[in-house]
């Protein structure tokens, strides 16, 4: 307990179990070795890990907290990633509903699931797990604040700040450091730890850092470098056949693949994006902070507005610590950044000529990767709506009904089917959807992640640069978008024709692109399951989803 003061010490509660003290203060918890040795679940003979090798993030928000710009916007870190899905990666009900439809499909492989979906939504206590000699475990922590065991408050604390700020540099960008092959120094001379931010560090800062947390801090700029955040952002999954067998490595999302085959690979990072600066010398601490250039924000903003929703609509069952205002800010600041940054829509031309509306409409990604991309449940596409003089609808194309089924999705109506990428679109029951569907090996269609082995389909929009024709298979382009000439990295362009049969004009043309994080079927998809975790999420999923989609653009014109 060395460097964590009298106060913490006199709270600290310790525990015996299989061999080992566990120490849990006020805020963190410790590992110190009661044996030179432990044999782990394996059967495995090593080295005790050190005392410390994680800290709870509340225990780093004493001195991350209270921080403003000069005019009065805070930029306090532990408010903005509380209210993340970094934060609330181990409360996810979709991602807890997922892992048991795997183990339910593979039951004899539950340990190595649960070890492998643990790596990236519960990493420290999995990091932890592994420094034991033992596998990651998922639902031996939940429900959040009912197990109370000091690896559960790990757990609970999803993607924490020691567990980003001690990824150490090794083997970043390289395929090892993939599906949560980041490293982590758990040597046990290692004390006190390395905790690596990207500015100069005071003498007196890392004395008060120390003393309050156990770390020393450790100028490093691989912090700021996509390559750390793709360590688990580039996930390959082992698909497994009935008997649990791994058949194949199949790339389930791989977001920072894409951006390194696009243009943006030159010109920004992750981190510019869904960290963005603050543009004024700032302080990062409360306590000896100096002004600095570049301070970023902590709300690691991304496109699951949807699921921050369902976060704090039930936050009481989910354990979130986030408070409603905190979650409410999150979920617009999410909405404000896809409506403003992530794809352009245009209406390139609308003529009528005997007696059909012909309508060119071009969508363009503004974002690093594919649109949408990362887990394949995402999917956006577009609504298109003619209305006649009497603003009577003469023609409409991607529908969405309150239930966030799409009208005229093959899939939605038919999970064998998909909706194929089109060039032109003539009847409304039609519909354009930018998506990946996942296929088994025999080719048929699946949400399952450990039974896809394939793309069927993959014509989400391509950030710019991206090349199809070069593009390696893992990222590549599937089905019609891979032959369509006005499908590329300047976006996709479609027509679509009207027949006006007796209607008048003017005609109204109204475009939207929309956006939906969890598919209508991804998540219907696990009604056979029966099972606590697919039963709640889809209760959950059912009462909201009438707001599970948000416009990412809109365009309209008049043709006379």
């Not at 757990?155 to 090794?170: L, R, S, Y």
């Not at 688990?232 to 085959?261: D, I, K």
Request: charged residues 20%; proline residues 6%.
């Amino acid at each position: 307990m060395a460097g964590k003061g009298s106060a913490i010490a006199n709270r600290t509660i310790a525990c015996v179990a299989a061999g080992w003290v566990l120490c849990v203060g006020s805020a963190s918890l410790h590992l110190k070795a009661d044996a030179t040795h432990v044999d782990g679940s394996q059967g495995i003979s090593q080295v005790a890990p050190p005392a410390g090798l994680f800290d709870l993030s509340s225990n780093c928000m004493a001195c991350h907290n209270t921080l403003s710009t000069s005019a009065g916007e805070d930029i306090s870190f532990g408010p903005a990633w509380r209210a993340s899905m970094m934060a609330n990666s181990a409360r996810d009900p979709y991602w807890h509903a997922a892992v048991r439809r795997e183990i339910i499909d593979h039951p004899s492989a539950a340990a190595e699931i649960e070890d492998e979906c643990s790596i990236c939504h519960m990493p420290m206590a999995r990091t932890q797990a592994m420094a034991l000699g033992r596998k990651g475990e998922i639902f031996a922590h939940l429900p959040i604040g009912a197990v109370t065991t000091p690896e559960a408050a790990l757990a609970a604390d999803g993607v924490g700040c020691t567990m980003c700020h001690q990824i150490t540099a090794e083997r970043l960008g390289t395929p090892e450091s993939f599906t949560g092959g980041f490293v982590i120094d758990t040597r046990p001379n290692s004390n006190p730890r390395d905790i690596f931010g990207p500015f100069p560090v005071q003498t007196g800062q890392a004395a008060v850092m120390h003393s309050a947390t156990g770390f020393a801090p450790v100028e490093s700029q691989h912090i700021r470098q996509s390559e750390l955040c793709a360590t688990c952002h580039t996930l390959y999954t082992h698909a497994r056949g009935p008997a649990g067998e791994v058949l194949e490595r199949f790339p389930e999302q791989v977001p920072y693949l894409e951006w390194r085959h696009s243009a943006y690979v030159k010109e920004q990072s992750c981190q510019s994006c869904h960290m963005p600066v603050v543009e004024e010398p700032t302080r990062m601490a409360s306590v000896l902070g100096e002004l600095r250039e570049g301070v970023a924000r902590h709300s690691f903003r991304g496109g699951n507005f949807f699921m921050l929703g369902m976060l704090n609509r039930y936050r009481n069952e989910l354990g979130v610590q986030a408070t409603s205002l905190e979650m409410d800010a999150a979920v617009r600041e999410t909405l404000q950044s896809l409506q403003s940054d992530s794809a352009r829509l245009i209406i390139d031309r609308a003529d009528v000529s005997n007696g059909r509306l012909d309508i060119d409409v071009s969508v363009a990604n503004l974002t690093g990767h594919k649109l949408p991309t990362a887990y394949p449940s995402r999917r956006a596409w577009l609504h298109v709506t003619v209305r006649d003089a009497a603003k009577n609808v003469v023609f409409e194309s991607g529908a969405i009904t309150p239930e966030g089924r799409i009208v005229g999705n093959d899939n939605d109506d038919d999970g064998s089917r998909f909706e194929p990428h089109h060039t032109e679109i003539r009847r409304g029951e039609d519909v354009q959807i930018y998506e990946s569907v996942m296929g088994d090996p025999a080719g048929r269609v699946t949400t399952g992640l450990l039974t896809g082995t394939q793309y069927l389909k993959d014509n989400r929009l391509l950030p710019r640069g991206f090349d199809k024709a070069t593009a390696h298979p893992d990222i590549a382009v599937y089905g019609q978008a891979a032959r369509d000439p006005d499908f590329t990295a300047d976006g996709d362009r479609i027509r679509y024709s009207v027949d006006l049969a007796s209607a008048r004009g003017p005609f109204t043309v109204e475009v939207e692109l929309l956006f939906q994080p969890i598919a209508f079927r991804w998540a219907h998809n696990l009604e056979p399951y029966e099972a606590p975790e697919t039963e709640r999420f889809l209760g959950y999923y059912r009462s909201m989803a009438s707001s599970s989609w948000a416009p990412l653009g809109r365009a309209s014109i008049t043709v006379r």
